[in-house]
């Protein structure tokens, strides 16, 4: 299948908002309207849609990909959302890949990632920005990453600054994933968002480790807070210079309807990618490879045609 753009699209990097995780959210003390302000201050969202009860999430995704042309999206899923999935995967079979989300304190992590892999779910999120005193080199974690060898899975990692004001940036800096990257070289760590304000120890990462990538996902609004300018051209341009195109996996960091598949972040960055190419720093291969050929190749997935 071919996008808009006329090349084919899977996004690496969305998240599956449904009615029943924005309640969950609730419960666990977090304010709506707290919440709307912070990502009208700190991304390109100005409005969100609080889903009812009889919210379709995954007929809204479905209209989305098809008016696109995009083949499939890679959701993050939680726990309040899991079941859902399954069933919207089963009515619209080809469309959605599903990533775990795994918290390193909870004992079941292991079983739940075996569960999931039965289920055809392809990897696990960790997001080691909002853990407090755990990193993700820790033994703690280790049977997770065990798990997801024996699966063959992929782990995304969200490293760096978050939309979350809770979260802990000591846990957050991409270099802690050498370790595990050393030590579970069959394992391949995709780091979200060019590491959200932690681009150069990403770019170390292409240096020190044969097995950590890099997803593009997201407005990538983290430039505005470095001390020097950046472009998402620029962005890529580093990115390629360091690990060449078969090292990043295209993401939008879709979440919320009315917005719903940000577009606008497909049409910003394969446009770079085009000026890049004008340059030599990249060819049509790679740009294929960057925005759907990686994805399908770290995790096996054939996307519908």
Known sequence: MKSKLGIEVIDAHAHFMTAGSMKAWSQRGRSMTSFAKRTQTRTDMKSIEFPGDDFDAGQKWVNELDRYGVSSVGFMIGPETYDEFIEVRRRFPGYFLGYINIQPSDQDAPKKIR????????????YPSSWRDIHVYDEQL???YEEVKRQKMVVFCHFGVSIGGEADLRSGNPIDIQIPARDFTDVNFIIAHFGAGWFREVLLMQYQTDNVYMDSSGSNVWMKYLPQDLTIR??????LRA???NKILFGTDSTFFPRGFRYNI???QFNALQSLKKNGLIDDEGIQMIFSENHKRLTGYKPRE
């Open 234 to 239: 620029d962005v890529f341009r580093y990115a």
């Open 266 to 268: 497909l049409e910003e």
């Open 243 to 245: 690990g060449g195109p």
């Open 142 to 144: 280790y049977p997770i």
């Open 115 to 126: 569960k999931a892999a039965e289920d055809g779910f392809y990897g696990v999120k960790l």
